[in-house]
Structure formats: structure tokens, C-alpha cells
């Protein structure tokens, strides 16, 4: 399956991937861009992987340390250490016990939904994919500071605007949705509104029901999994 076809909640979440579709990684364990690719920005932040339901939102998985997440103007890609969560080429372990990677491209995002830190959590911004197979929308949290989330989210929406408004071929938009597009790649000084909707977007598809998260005996979990959470 091509990368484009194949994201993050399948490629490297997916337990059973083996088609080595996650981002390319140099031996300093820091993303290779591809040729006409720019990097945007690059962050330390904690993240976990979320399924958004009708009446429900659970915490799939969650990786122990913070990741590098680096921004460019094609995608989003995390790099982090975690236990089986991930299979990696053995070149780029290097004394790593269990290197994590994972990406999203930006025609997938449909939405952003961000929080202000409170005196139980972090600060934290959702991206949020729509998917084919499946009314759950699957989601990356990405959790840091108040100021490292208002960053990312005014970092992504920009970029993921323009991204769709320079590639007609790929993302075919609507006049009003270019016009909302539009809006949103300009910078904004201002903190931005707690959710945001990325028109264009393009659904990305499960192979099945159960390809983000199978049911598990609960000593077969992954690490940081959490069942039925709201």
C-alpha cells in the first residue's frame, strides 16, 4: 500500500503491518524529507492516539516519553521510544530498544479541536481524520504547554491550507471551501478558536472495522492503552 493510502493508525499501529510505510528516518533517528518537502518546525510534546465515536472517545495508546514532532508542508512526523508499538528497521535502532514513528499527511486532517491546560491536564490539540469503513474517527493528541499547543495549531491549519489551495490535482475544493482555506493560511496573531474545520479533507480507510484497535486480553495491551476511557 502506497503512504499516501496508508496513515498513522495503520502504519506503525497497526500490530501486524509489516510493509514498512512510516516515515523515512536518517541514523540520528530524525526524518529524511522527501526532495520538494519543507521543514516548518520542530517541537517536544507527549502524544497518544485517540478513536472519536458518536457517544464515546477512547484513548487507545499512549507512548511513555515525549516525541520529537516535526512540521513540514506536506505532514506531521513523530519520533519517540515506546514498547512494541511500532516494527522499525533494525538500521535505525541503534541502542534504541523500541524506536516509534508515525506521520500524517495533510490531506487527511478534517478537523482540529484544542484545550487549554487545566489543574489536571496539559494543554492538548486533537488532529482528527475522517475514515472510511467506520463511523469512529481516529485522532492524534498531541499534549504539551499552553503555548507549544497554540503554536502547533496555528503551525498545522496553516499549513494544511495550503497544502490543499497548491495541489488542485490531489484535493478537489469547492469555492467556499477555498475561500475558508484561504482564511485560514493566513498567520493569526491572535490565539485561534478551539475548533477548527479543514475543508478538503480526504478520508483515510481502514481495511476494516478493527484495523486501529483490535480487542485484547488485558495482558496483551500496548502499553498505555486504555479501553472505554471518555
Given at each position: 500500500?502506497?503512504?499516501d ?9 497497526r ?14 533517528h ?13 517541537h517536544r510534546?507527549?502524544?497518544a ?6 457517544t464515546?472517545?477512547r484513548r487507545?495508546?499512549a507512548?511513555?516519553?515525549p516525541?520529537?514532532l516535526?512540521v513540514?508542508?506536506h ?15 533494525a538500521r ?6 523500541a524506536?516509534?514513528s ?10 482540529l479541536e484544542?484545550?487549554?491546560?487545566t ?8 488532529v ?14 498531541l499534549?504539551g ?8 495549531s ?5 499549513a494544511v491550507?495550503?497544502?490543499?489551495l ?7 475544493l ?5 475561500d ?5 493560511a ?7 478558536p ?6 478538503g479533507?480526504?478520508?483515510?480507510e ?6 486501529y ?10 502499553y498505555?492503552?486504555?479501553s472505554?476511557?471518555r
Open positions: 500500500m502506497h503512504d493510502a496508508s496513515p498513522f493508525f495503520i502504519a506503525p499501529h500490530f501486524d503491518a509489516m510493509d514498512g510505510t512510516g516515515p523515512t528516518l536518517d541514523r540520528r530524525e526524518l529524511v524529507p522527501d526532495s520538494d518537502e519543507w521543514m516548518l518546525g520542530q510534546v507527549d502524544v492516539g485517540h478513536l472519536l465515536g458518536p464515546e472517545a487507545t495508546w507512548l511513555p516519553n516525541v520529537t516535526t513540514t508542508d505532514r506531521l512526523v513523530y519520533v519517540g521510544t515506546g514498547p512494541q508499538l511500532a516494527v522499525v528497521d535505525h535502532r541503534r541502542g534504541i530498544s524506536l516509534v508515525g506521520q500524517i499527511r495533510w490531506q487527511w486532517p478534517s478537523r484544542s484545550s487549554a491546560s489543574a489536571d491536564a496539559p494543554a492538548r490539540l486533537l482528527v481524520c475522517d475514515a472510511l469503513r467506520t463511523i469512529q474517527q481516529p485522532a492524534l493528541a499534549i504547554s499552553d503555548a507549544q499547543i497554540e503554536q502547533l496555528q503551525e498545522i491549519r496553516r491550507a495550503t497544502f490543499r497548491t495541489r488542485p490535482e490531489l484535493v478537489d469547492s469555492p467556499p471551501e477555498r475558508a482555506l484561504s482564511r485560514l493566513v498567520a493569526s496573531p491572535r490565539p485561534g478551539a475548533r477548527v474545520i479543514l475543508p479533507s480526504l478520508p483515510v481502514f481495511r476494516s472495522r478493527d484495523d484497535y483490535r480487542p485484547r486480553s488485558a495482558d496483551q495491551m500496548p498505555g492503552a486504555v472505554g476511557q
